[in-house]
Structures are given as C-alpha cells and as structure tokens.
C-alpha cells in the first residue's frame, strides 16, 4: 500500500507540473477518501488547495476528515471561506468536533464562522463534556423514530432524513425524549405490512452508555455485543447522541497506542512518529527516563552496601547481568498480561488474590525450570568449559536460588502493581515494563547478596 501511495503521489506530482488538471481529477474521484489523505499527505503544502479544489463537494469532506491536523490546518488557512463553509455543511458533527479539538484558537474561530448555527451549537454542545468520555466521541446525527408511527411512516422518515445521518441502519424509539427502544432497518423492511406500528418491531433490551462513561468502555460494550452504534443517555435517559464503530475503532487504536506509550516509559503523545520533532520526541522520553534514573539509585545503593563482600567473591559479579535481566523479564510479563486484561475489563481488583495465587503457581514452574538451566550453563560453561577459577559448585547452586526467588518476586510484584495502580485511580500501563524493572533490580540484587551472605562461609571454603 505504501508503494501504491508513493506511486500515485509521484504521477500527481508529474501531472501537475504539466497542468493536466482534468486528468488528476479523474485519477482523486476513483480513490477512496483515506488514501486521498495519504496521497495529500506527500504533496508540498502550497499544493494542497489546487488538489482539494479538484475533489467533488462530497468526497473532499471525507477525504478532509481522513487527514492529518496539520494538513487541515494549513488547507483550512489556504482555502476560502466559502470552500471552507462546503466542507463543514459535508461534515458529520462528531467529525467537525474531532477536527476542532485539533486546530489553535484562531482557526477553530474561522470554522465556528463558517459553520451553520445547528452545527456551531452542536459542536459547543459535544465540546462541554469531559474529554475521553462517551458525549466527547459521539454524534447528535441519528434516526430518530417513535412508537406509534407505523413501519411505512418510518421508512418515509428514513428516506427524508436519512442522507443527514451518520448511520441509519439502527434507529432509535423515543417517546418525549425517552429512548424506548431500537429497530433496525432490516426489521423495517421485512414487517408483515407497513400498517403496522414500530413498538411491535422494534427491540427493548437497550444497551446504552451515560455522556460520562469512560471512551473506552464504550469501545469495549460494542465489541462485547457487536454493535455497529450505541446509544449515549444523560442521567435521565433522554438520549442525547449514539457513537458509531468508527469511532469506537479510533478509540481503541488511541487507547492502545496510548498504553504502548506509557508502557515503554513515555509521555503519550497525538501525533504520529514521523511528523514529531526530536525536541517533542525529547519531551515526551525525558521525564520518564528521568525519573527512572533517579530510582535506578537505589540499586546503586545495594551494589555500593555489597560492595566490600563483592571484593571478596569477584566471580558473583558476572552473574548481576543475568539475574536482573530475567528478573525484568519476568516482571514484564506478568505485568504486560495483567494490564491487558484490566484493558478488557477481565479483571477487578476483587480478584487481585486469584491473580497472586496463579502468577505464584506459574513463577514456582518458571523459577525451577530456569534456576536447573542456569545451573547447569554455569557448571558446563563457566565451570568445565571456561574453567573461571572461582566458580563452584556453591557459587552455581547460590545464582540459581536467587534465580528462583527473583521470578517468583518479579511475578508477584508485575502483577501486583498494575492492579494496585487502578484501584487508586492511575493507569496500569504506568506500571508496566521500565518501572517494574527497576523495582525488580533492586529485589534481585537483595536476594543475591542475601544467599551470598548466608552461605559466605562456604563459599570462602569453596573458593
């Protein structure tokens, strides 16, 4: 696809260098809206206007949504108003909304100018409620039906007022604002005859969402019962908007990304790797690492404390590396599956005693299967092959204890924290990979030391 886009966006170029203006056009009207935008998105600036002017009314407000803010914003600077009026009368509410939250305060002016009154109140309407909520994604755009009109009134109403709406295959039963219920134009179409009324069609188990429920549980209820929209309600019930699976898709790739982010120790950040700046890239990696320099202190502290025992047994050294890696390892892992399922609301903090008991159950298998292996890479390596003078039997059989014991933390805490991290209200991502492991360096490094120091004598002996 990307050498399709490359492709197209090189034949554009030649064909406007030599003006073939009727000839591009044909090209932009058989291509879908979002590889327009990929295609707008190689092309100089200044060009943007000439080729946007190109589209037809229709296909250029959807390829105009498809792209990225920063080409809106400078399309938006180079077009006029009245072009810019065209645009946003094509635009559904949810769409103009999402364009607005992007654009300075100058340019959203000149679109609430542009814009009709319906939609300017609309869009302050949906601007008002708390971001990543329910009300801030949806659209005030659906088929609105009710219960006493028959099934042929409503496929007349459909047929009127359907070209406005976003979606109009599910429409919504409100009866003095109340949502009573949904009927899908599949039950319309195939009603026993077109007298009868819609409440006799139409479906009453609602599955609906408040204006303040979080984004992504929205995103979560359509997947679990497939949904193409759902309806938004306030505290009253009186239906106020439906969010389409379009968005919900765009809800989860941001949650995700987000999450992806937080994860690898990153400020979460809304643009796209290639149009952010090293200065922003700087932003966005400095605090964590930052922060994580400074608690890499405390296993700085341990070594410093261990350091005159170390002196002593030169040869435990080389295994730090192994031991603090596999502790890391571990405690991601536990952590990265734990904070999924929190994602996918499979786990509660209720169940935070059954997520212990396992993860302690499956560090048991994991810490002797890699405490035996690094037994035996430390005897056949390092001991008979190598033949490191100060490796022994004890030295081998005081790294794999440590082994052992470090997995069984490292799962216990990778498990812990996320849950522990919701429950007062952050993220889980927070404590995921980069924070979980330097919680484990400093944990591994204490079991070490504290099997070296226990079993000093032996070792002396030994060595």
Same mark, same amino acid.
């Given at each position: 696809?990307?050498?399709?886009?490359?492709?197209?966006?090189?034949?554009?170029?030649?064909?406007?260098?030599?003006?073939?203006?009727?000839?591009?056009?044909?090209?932009?009207?058989?291509?879908?809206?979002?590889? @327009?935008?990929?295609?707008?998105?190689?092309?100089?600036?200044?060009?943007?206007?000439?080729?946007?002017?190109?589209?037809?009314?229709?296909?250029?407000?959807?390829?105009?949504?498809?792209?990225?803010?920063?080409?809106?914003?400078?399309?938006?600077?180079?077009?006029?108003?009245?072009?810019?009026?065209? /645009?946003m009368?094509?635009?559904?509410?949810?769409?103009?909304?999402?364009?607005?939250?992007?654009?300075?305060?100058? &340019? $959203?002016?000149?679109?609430?100018?542009?814009?009709?009154?319906?939609?300017?109140?609309?869009?302050?309407e949906?601007?008002?409620?708390?971001?990543?909520?329910?009300?801030? *994604?949806?659209?005030?755009?659906?088929?609105?039906?009710t219960?006493?009109m028959?099934? %042929?009134?409503?496929?007349?109403?459909?047929?009127?007022?359907?070209?406005?709406?976003?979606?109009?295959?599910? =429409?919504?039963?409100?009866?003095?604002?109340?949502?009573?219920?949904?009927?899908?134009?599949?039950?319309?179409?195939?009603?026993?005859?077109?007298?009868?009324?819609?409440?006799?069609?139409?479906?009453?188990?609602?599955?609906?969402? !408040?204006?303040?429920?979080?984004?992504?549980? &929205?995103?979560?209820?359509?997947?679990?019962?497939?949904?193409?929209?759902?309806? $938004?309600?306030?505290?009253?019930?009186?239906?106020? %908007?439906?969010?389409?699976?379009?968005?919900?898709?765009?809800?989860?790739?941001?949650?995700?990304?987000?999450?992806m982010? @937080?994860?690898?120790?990153?400020?979460?950040?809304?643009?796209?790797?290639?149009?952010?700046?090293?200065?922003e890239?700087?932003?966005?990696?400095?605090?964590?690492?930052?922060?994580?320099?400074?608690?890499?202190?405390?296993?700085?502290?341990?070594?410093?404390?261990?350091?005159?025992?170390l002196?002593?047994?030169?040869?435990?050294?080389?295994?730090?590396?192994?031991?603090?890696?596999?502790? %890391?390892?571990?405690?991601?892992?536990s952590?990265?599956?734990?904070?999924?399922?929190?994602?996918? %609301?499979?786990?509660?903090?209720?169940?935070?005693?059954? &997520?212990?008991?396992?993860? *302690?159950?499956?560090?048991?298998?994991?810490?002797?299967?890699?405490?035996?292996? =690094?037994f035996?890479?430390?005897?056949?390596?390092?001991?008979?092959?190598l033949?490191?003078?100060? $490796?022994?039997?004890?030295?081998?059989?005081?790294?794999?204890?440590?082994?052992?014991?470090?997995?069984? =933390?490292?799962?216990?805490?990778? =498990?812990?924290?996320?849950?522990?991290?919701?429950?007062?209200?952050?993220?889980?991502?927070?404590?995921?990979?980069?924070?979980?492991? !330097?919680? /484990?360096?400093?944990?591994?490094?204490?079991?070490?030391?504290?099997?070296?120091?226990?079993?000093?004598?032996?070792?002396?002996?030994?060595?």
């Amino acid at each position: 696809m990307a050498e399709h886009t490359v492709t197209v966006e090189n034949t554009l170029q030649t064909l406007l260098n030599e003006k073939k203006y009727t000839t591009i056009r044909d090209i932009l009207v058989t291509m879908n809206p979002a590889d @327009i935008a990929a295609v707008f998105s190689g092309v100089e600036t200044e060009k943007l206007p000439l080729l946007f002017r190109l589209l037809p009314k229709e296909l250029a407000a959807e390829s105009f949504v498809e792209m990225e803010s920063d080409e809106q914003e400078a399309l938006i600077r180079g077009i006029s108003d009245s072009e810019l009026r065209q /645009v946003m009368d094509e635009l559904y509410v949810d769409d103009a909304v999402d364009i607005v939250e992007e654009m300075p305060a100058n &340019v $959203v002016q000149r679109i609430l100018a542009q814009s009709n009154p319906e939609m300017r109140k609309e869009i302050n309407e949906i601007l008002q409620y708390p971001e990543n909520s329910a009300g801030s *994604v949806m659209t005030t755009e659906y088929v609105k039906l009710t219960p006493k009109m028959t099934v %042929g009134d409503a496929i007349l109403r459909i047929r009127r007022t359907g070209v406005d709406k976003e979606t109009i295959y599910t =429409c919504y039963v409100l009866e003095n604002r109340l949502l009573v219920g949904t009927v899908s134009v599949k039950s319309l179409l195939l009603a026993q005859n077109d007298l009868q009324a819609v409440e006799t069609v139409m479906d009453t188990n609602l599955i609906t969402v !408040t204006t303040h429920t979080d984004q992504e549980e &929205v995103a979560r209820t359509m997947s679990k019962y497939n949904l193409l929209a759902i309806p $938004v309600v306030d505290g009253d019930n009186r239906m106020v %908007g439906i969010v389409t699976f379009d968005d919900a898709m765009d809800v989860i790739e941001e949650e995700t990304t987000e999450d992806m982010e @937080i994860m690898a120790g990153m400020t979460p950040s809304d643009k796209t790797y290639l149009r952010s700046s090293p200065l922003e890239l700087f932003r966005h990696r400095i605090p964590w690492l930052s922060l994580l320099l400074i608690s890499a202190t405390f296993t700085g502290l341990i070594l410093t404390n261990f350091e005159d025992k170390l002196s002593r047994m030169v040869c435990l050294t080389a295994f730090i590396p192994m031991l603090m890696d596999t502790g %890391g390892n571990s405690g991601s892992q536990s952590s990265v599956t734990v904070i999924r399922a929190l994602s996918l %609301g499979e786990l509660e903090f209720s169940d935070l005693g059954r &997520v212990i008991w396992k993860e *302690v159950r499956t560090a048991i298998l994991c810490g002797l299967a890699l405490a035996a292996l =690094c037994f035996a890479k430390i005897m056949v390596v390092d001991y008979l092959m190598l033949r490191t003078e100060d $490796v022994t039997v004890t030295v081998a059989l005081v790294v794999s204890l440590t082994m052992a014991v470090t997995v069984l =933390c490292a799962k216990i805490v990778g =498990c812990t924290l996320p849950m522990l991290a919701k429950k007062v209200g952050f993220d889980p991502a927070v404590m995921a990979s980069p924070f979980i492991t !330097t919680i /484990v360096d400093a944990l591994s490094l204490l079991v070490y030391f504290g099997f070296a120091t226990a079993m000093l004598e032996q070792l002396r002996t030994a060595l």
